[in-house]
């Protein structure tokens, strides 16, 4: 139970997470970053095909699938490194 004037603070539903650089891992991570580039340059063109209504094709909605599954892995990449 909170005590009067205890201030509360907001946390959303992910836990945080740490991403460390060094200069080992910077190609790997400039690598991770530019298919990151790539991949939301790829949604902004499915965005736009839509008629920037959101409505996609049975086959802009599979290549939506494979996008996200792709930032997903490159997400995943990320977290990995140390």
Do not use: F
């Not at 298919?35 to 736009?48: F, G, I, K, P």
């Amino acid at each position: 139970m909170r005590k009067a004037g205890e201030k509360v603070s907001a946390q959303g539903s992910r836990p945080p997470y740490t991403l460390i650089t060094t200069w080992e891992n910077r190609s790997e991570l400039l690598a991770i970053m530019r298919n990151a580039l790539s991949l939301a340059e790829q949604v902004q063109n499915l965005w736009e095909r839509s008629g920037q209504r959101g409505h996609l094709s049975q086959s802009d909605t599979d290549e939506m699938i494979l996008l996200l599954s792709e930032m997903s892995a490159l997400s995943e990449a990320a977290r990995r490194l140390d």
